[in-house]
């Protein structure tokens, strides 16, 4: 990955925050089981917004960076969230329903510090791995999937707001 | 084996083309002025080593006349990408080469002692 473009990725870190904020909530109300349409409509919106972002900032700044890898990369950790989600439904496992999911996205943060080579990154791994342990004692799956979605989010928003810090002084 | 300073290819190694090539590396495309202001050469001369390079097939130029002024956005061909990994290659091992201990720094192994014979 290169510099500029880890420079950039303060924005879809933002976006998905954003995303896993408004997915605590709605855990409680409907389910952890039934969100399914929530990250289909946001995936999209997440995407369309990352796209828009890179392209006008491509345009103002005179260089652009791929958005493929963005969009790829989120539509993986959503499908590979939503199946583990349904294996641990299906073989009566909470954990795999319940924090299977967010141990996806671990794994793919932790695999995009090594690729990047970004402390950053390896750093919010790290946490979001802490945040699944810490939720682990909670009984109540859908309690627990609240947890760690607003657990995921702080560290999604803080980690946005370090980077894009980080990357104004690049400039 | 022959001397890495004889894979550098006159295309890239110079100062412009090879932080062109370097820049564009990392990214999908960048336009005329964000390369002038980064490499910090002039019109001419950016325009002149970006020929040369789009000649040897390293890089394509598009020209985007949208808006009220046009945009030239330069971006490296696979060709471009394999010639700087070779340059980059060729330059790690000429360091290797100047960084290597001389003679005069490789530590001697220590004599033994033997009884002296007069």
Redesign the interface.
């Known amino acids: 990955m290169g510099r500029r473009r880890l420079a950039t990725v303060w924005f879809p870190l933002s976006v998905f925050g954003l995303i896993y904020l408004g997915m605590a909530p709605l855990a409680l109300v409907v389910h952890r089981n039934h969100l399914a349409p929530y990250f289909l409509v946001t995936l999209i919106s997440a995407s369309f917004l990352t796209a828009r972002h890179y392209r006008r900032r491509g345009d103002s700044d005179g260089i652009e960076t791929a958005v493929w890898p963005w969009l790829a990369t989120s539509i993986a950790m959503t499908v590979g969230g939503g199946v583990a989600s349904v294996t641990g439904f299906r073989l009566h496992s909470l954990f795999l329903n319940s924090t299977g999911p967010f141990l996806v996205v671990t794994a793919f943060f932790l695999a995009f510090s090594a690729i990047a080579r970004s402390t950053f990154l390896l750093i919010d791994a790290l946490i979001m791995a802490a945040v699944c342990a810490a939720a682990t004692p909670i009984a109540n799956g859908d309690n627990r999937v609240a947890t760690e979605a607003i657990g995921f989010a702080f560290v999604l928003l803080a980690s946005a707001r370090l980077q894009h810090q980080a990357a104004t002084g690049l400039n | 084996m022959t001397h890495p300073s004889r894979r550098l290819d006159d295309d890239v190694h110079q100062r412009v083309r090879l932080g062109v090539l370097a820049l564009l ?10 390369l002038k202001a980064t490499l910090g050469t002039t019109d001419g001369n950016l325009g002149q080593h970006l020929r040369v390079l789009e000649e040897a097939g390293l890089i394509t130029s598009t020209k985007d006349t949208a808006g009220q002024r046009g ?1 030239t ?1 330069v971006r490296i061909t696979r060709k471009g990408r394999t010639a700087l990994q070779r340059e980059i290659q060729a330059l790690k091992e000429i360091v290797a080469i100047v960084e290597a201990p001389t003679d005069a720094e490789t530590p001697r192994p220590t004599p033994t002692s033997r009884p002296r014979t007069t």
Do not use: L
């Open positions: 590396s990392g990214v999908t495309r960048a336009d005329f002025a964000q945009r956005w």
